[in-house]
């Protein structure tokens, strides 16, 4: 469905944006959400490339409605789509993670639940397999919110979680974007375009379960070149991450700007303040932010999910409980 769209009586140019009604007039009992990154997609992938993209989404998704329909929890089933993701070397999560600027990764996860404002998340893992997971622990297992680096992997050592070599999470298709930016630096053409810089392959997943329950998971390779420990929006509760009684959220895009607005908590802020529905919320805050740097899923209380990004694409997957299950990559 294609939606027009004005806030405040101006027309916001750039955002694709879509709530997803269900094909009957029934309130879905279970909603799920998934993306795998949002960024500069061409749309002149062969038709294989978009066939594989395709597949892996829906792949997911499978998993996602197998285990909602078994009645499993929004965290579980999250955690569960996102471990999917992880292990899809298309996306920058887990296999296919980004490369640092010394050719390494570092790996970022989140996850929230709505009761509560329950969190967990960890940062600059090196060697756990689905830092996803890991997150969930943090949640589950600790007074704290988010664990880094060498306490996230004395953590993971505690919790006996599944554990790679770093290059584990090595593919060809990153390393290639590692090549583009170190060549962009030793001709001083640092801010070129770099692919790896402009496919900000975040993945995410946001559920509505049979229960009412609301929870996001959202995981990440990180930037291509990214050095110092830098860490982005995925991580960070009310960034890249959210889940409250409204809504849950999980983002894509440019962690640094994703931070300084707070994008997924805003998402529910305007729903609270302004009574928006999840896909006017979605669209008024990626038309915050400049043209180019992200996007969104979300769904609300009452399951109904939606999207919005101004970048070229956001590969994306919907499924609920009235039957509906489609994937997307632009905005057709």
Known sequence: MRIPWMLVGVLLIGVACASLPNASTAKPTWSIALHGGAGVIPKNLSAAE?????????????????????????????????????????????????FTADGTHELDACVMVGSGLRTGAVAGVKTVRHPVSLARLVMEKTRHVLLAADGAEAFADLMKVERVPNTWFDTELRRGYLEEWRAAQKTHASSAPVRGENAYGTVGCVVRDAKGELAAATSTGGLTGKRWGRIGDAPIAGAGTFADGRCAVSCSGTGEVFIRH???????????????????????????????????????????????????????????????????????
């Open 262 to 332: 707070g994008v997924a908590r805003e998402v529910s802020n305007r729903m609270r303040h302004f009574g928006e529905d999840p896909a006017t919320a979605a669209r008024a805050v990626i038309a915050m932010l400049d043209p180019g740097d992200g996007g969104l899923i979300v769904v609300g209380a009452d399951g109904t999910s939606a999207y919005a990004f101004n970048t070229e694409g956001l590969y994306r997957g919907f499924a609920d409980s009235t039957g509906r299950r489609e994937t997307a990559i632009w905005e057709d």
């Open 50 to 98: 978009i066939a594989g993209y395709h597949a892996a989404l829906d792949a997911a998704l499978a998993e996602g409605i197998r285990r909602a329909e078994r009645g499993e929890s929004a965290l579980d089933v999250a955690e569960a789509v996102v471990r999917v993701l992880e292990d899809e070397p298309r996306f920058n999560a887990g296999k296919g993670a980004a």
